[in-house]
């Protein structure tokens, strides 16, 4: 399952959400979980892979959860995305 | 017990352990291995060391300087985990058959690439974090014994080739008693700073580093600009009675506080603080000072891994505007370039950086680097007496370029309806020597002048202050100095301008003199110079001094000055 946001924080993904992301999706280890934005898809284990999407204020980016847990992974992600201030849900 | 002579550079003396800070040689080859699996084991145990390093350093930056700052190691442990890091460097142990130094600093560059070549400034500047990271795990993999400055978690004296602006910004106070270098003089860096800190220091020692070793018991005397190395008990106790009785002095200095600065004539002179945080102000008012007359404000953009935001800047300023209470404060634009580098902003080196792209010549290209100093400034500007200086101006031209953007920014903050003082006074640093012979013409246009005779001397003398062969021609005293002082302050006179220096001179006790004669307005130096400075103008005429600036002005060699202000004057 995936869910899909726009990044609103002015600095981009810059490290310490991208650590709060990471950190997140470690805590669930029957899950993979990943971010894909313009075409490259990473794992959300890396956080140079995260911080290597290069994103941007008003990119958009997609979150995807694949495993036994993917429901709770993917809801923590995205309260991590707008607690964060990183982004919104694109609907 | 051996000593070793050298500069005095900060005062009073400092008893405690040697440690020894070098930087150490990261360069790794290319080197074929047998065992691949013992080499991964090795690649485990350095990143297992790092992590542990990690751990504590967080621990202790959160316990001492909050979240925010230990945020920055725990995504430097995230990357040490990194699957996308490690991964890659353990196949290419196996498939290449090569030491892990070299697969690690080959995967690494790869990212560090990565992140340089990226569109955001903030992810550009990511590659200084890879490259940090990397040091630390090459360390252990190198076997390298380097303890980076910022860990240091006893008291100690720190014993360097030399200090570097970043290695000092990184020092904590509460440890670090005192240091020596083998380089470096009175206007180094690092002395400069060793005086802001109060920390007693000795440079120059030319081979301090060779002499002590990490743990020796050494003292550090910057009163005499003595090193002493593991002293007998009874040179420990009688340097103990030194340090008690310069701690007297000090005491009869600080009778002195809250008294104005006044001649034995009766002429008034300011006596104000260079400074380089908010923290600084407490020494200016523990010290008497009566304003601040330079605050760097380069310490905001460095040890930090992107630019302060205009808030960072706002509250720093407003800070230092409050605690000041009315007092003027003299901010000197961004002066970096030159010898002080942001690795974030990742400037080409230069040949010559003294005489390249820094300060003002930086700030009128990176103008949203400059505008957006400018805009904290102005807001800042209602909470105190703010004075704003450009540094390194050469040319007309370049000043009425940056109050034109400081007069942009100004206007569209008014537009915005955010209060903006109306009384801040503008002027700038003189320290290039075309500056100071166009003083007449500059002070028609500027409030005030500051003679940054750091820089002024090593231009006008054509020597870099900093190499030692060289450095004979750091003279404050050279009459051609004197000359180019005496237009400055001349020519403010004439257009009813302040004069004011803020370099090292300033405070030199037999520079005072002189530049007492001279006519100078305000001497801004370190904290910790202002009392001792205040009781030797209290001692002197300014009728004489002027009389003995103007033979000094008329004699032909620096030692000459020197005699004649010591055959004149009793310090």
Redesign the interface.
Known sequence: MQKTFRITDEDGIHARPATALVNTANKFKDTESFAEAGGKKVTLKSILGVLSLGLEQGDTLTLISEGPSENDALNALADVMVNEGLGELNE | MSSIKGIAASAGIAIAKAFILEHPDYTVTHRKIEDTDSEIAKLESSLDASRAELEEIKARTLQELGEKKA??F??HL??LD????INPVKDKIKEESVCAEFALNETASQ?IE??QN???A??QE?AA??RDVTKRVLKHLLDLNYVNPSEISEEVIVIAEDLTPSDTAQLNRNYVKGFTTNIGGRTSHSAIMARSLEIPAVVGTQNVLTSAASGDLIIVDGLEGMVLINPDEQTVAEYRKKQESYAEQVEEWRKLRSEPTVTSDGVHVELAANIGTPNDVAGVQDNGGEGVGLYRTEFLYMGRDKLPSEDVQFQAYKTVLEKMEGKPVVVRTLDIGGDKELPYLDLPKEMNPFLGFRAVRLCLERQDIFRTQLRALLRASVHGNLRIMFPMIATLDEFRQAKALLEEEKSKLISEDIAVSEDIQLGIMVEIPSTAVMADQFAKEVDFFSIGTNDLIQYTMAADRMNERVSYLYQPYNPAILRLVKMVIDAAHREGRWAGMCGEMAGDATAIPLLLGLGLDEFSMSATSILPARSQISKLSKTDMQELAFKALNLGTAEDVVELVNQAVSK
Not at chain 2, 82 to 85: A, M, N, S
């Open positions: 945020e920055i725990e995504s995230l990357i990194d699957p996308e890091l990212f990565m992140f990226m569109k955001s903030y992810l990511r974090d890879m």
